[in-house]
């Protein structure tokens, strides 16, 4: 390939990715999300029970499916304010240790970004003080949405269940029109 050859496409991948990025900027979200498994009140419930247990885990099997439906909010208190809810299936995907696979959809229902939503998808092995997860598509201001989310658990509760797990979210938004 000849200098000038190669430095067309050099060009060429530039405009490309001037173009792909154009209306597209980062955003940052920072929220709560409640997660409630024990009391009349649950908003995440086992749907499937796993058929193998994990080596000292009493609650969790190995394929177990649960749903939720988790009130999202400014700060760790169930009482600040809501954003939004974070509605997902995970099922148990690890032989050896508690490692949910996350398929969630981020509803935002309050705010800047009310009406849109943000599409995640990733590993949360629930004993790592730091997980990332990939975000990869949404919808309104977050369509055809890319980033990553960091989450981290704020609260355990050893006896119930319960937890509050920490997000910040770095997605790209597009232009609206």
Known sequence: MSYSSYNLLIFLFLIALAV????????????????????????????????????NQSRLKFGDIYVYDDLLTEGPSPYSAPV???????????????????????????????????????????FATVRELSVIGGTGQFRMARGYVIWKTYSFNTTSGDAVLELDIYATKTKVY
């Open 84 to 126: 939004g809810r974070g509605q997902a299936f995970y099922p148990v995907a690890d032989l050896t240790k508690p490692v949910f696979l996350i398929i969630m959809n981020v509803v935002m229902t309050a705010g800047e970004y009310n009406g849109s939503s943000i599409a995640v998808l990733g590993g949360d092995d629930i």
């Open 20 to 55: 792909a990025s154009a209306g597209k900027k980062m955003a940052h979200i920072h929220f709560y999300m409640h997660g409630q498994v024990s009391g009349p009140n649950a908003t995440s419930i086992r749907v499937v029970e796993g058929p193998k247990s994990i080596p």
